[in-house]
């Protein structure tokens, strides 16, 4: 097993750049959910799905999108970067009897 | 407004030794506490966990202490080694497996002191 995978590591958008981040996991599992990580404010969660087809706003979701057209894939869009947008991005999964959440290595972005 | 606080950015303990890392929530709608640590340039792993209905859990060299009515929980890390230098991270959440609003503290960053 993978786990949850994140594509790419690292990147580098210019302010208005749109980009999209990749996740996906081969554990069959129902619930994903995209968190963000800055300095000082630990893990703020963006979007959620609990099933392909279903999505959800989380705690900051201003300026992203997603979409959940399979179990296994969960990509976070950027529409129009934005230097607040700089941060560190984590892609997750769980069971759905289960609170445990299993993270991607995370995202990198930087928006100048 | 910050649900879930860990007051201590960072510690440093004596390999060893006892870690303790703290958490205060202020929801009293959180039932379910996680622990997670995290590794520079890695994804946060689970470590241990623990419900509203106990008050301790133990899993190897790491025990979870949980007291409800101080709306407090600790994470004991004994004897404390090397490979425990990490970021902590303290998350709740609510009782409905439905809800994924998983609440994260800011993190500890524990340094173990050879």
């Known amino acids: 097993n993978a786990g949850v995978t994140q594509t790419p590591k690292f990147q580098v958008l210019k302010t208005g750049q749109s980009m999209t981040l990749q996740c996906a996991q081969d554990?069959?599992?129902?619930?994903m959910s995209w968190y963000r990580q800055d300095p000082g404010m630990g893990l703020r969660l963006i979007h959620y799905?609990?099933?392909?087809?279903?999505?959800d706003q989380g705690e900051v979701p201003n300026g992203y999108n997603v979409s959940r057209s399979t179990t296994e894939d969960f990509p976070l869009r950027l529409l129009s970067a934005a230097p607040s947008q700089t941060s560190v991005y984590f892609c997750?999964?769980?069971?759905?009897?289960?609170?445990?959440?299993?993270f991607g290595p995370g995202t990198r972005l930087t928006v100048t | 407004d910050q649900q879930v606080k860990q007051n201590s950015p960072s510690l440093s303990v004596q390999e060893g030794r006892i870690s303790i890392l703290n958490c205060d929530y202020t929801?009293?709608?959180?039932?379910?506490f996680l622990w997670y640590k995290k590794y520079p340039a890695e994804g946060p792993t689970f470590l241990i966990s623990?419900?509203?209905?106990?008050d301790k859990n133990e899993d190897g060299r790491f025990t979870v202490f949980l007291n409800k009515s101080a709306k407090h929980l600790s994470l004991h890390i004994v004897p404390s080694q090397p490979g425990d230098s990490a970021v902590y991270f303290c998350?709740?959440?609510?009782?409905?497996?439905?809800?994924?609003?998983?609440?994260f503290g800011t993190g500890t960053r524990l340094t173990i002191i050879p």
């Open positions: 623990i419900s509203s209905i106990k």
């Open positions: 929801n009293s709608m959180f039932d379910y």
């Open positions: 554990m069959n599992h129902e619930y």
């Open positions: 799905s609990v099933g392909a087809g279903i999505t």
């Open positions: 998350a709740a959440s609510g009782a409905n497996f439905g809800n994924e609003k998983l609440t």
């Open positions: 997750a999964s769980r069971d759905r009897l289960d609170y445990e959440q299993y």
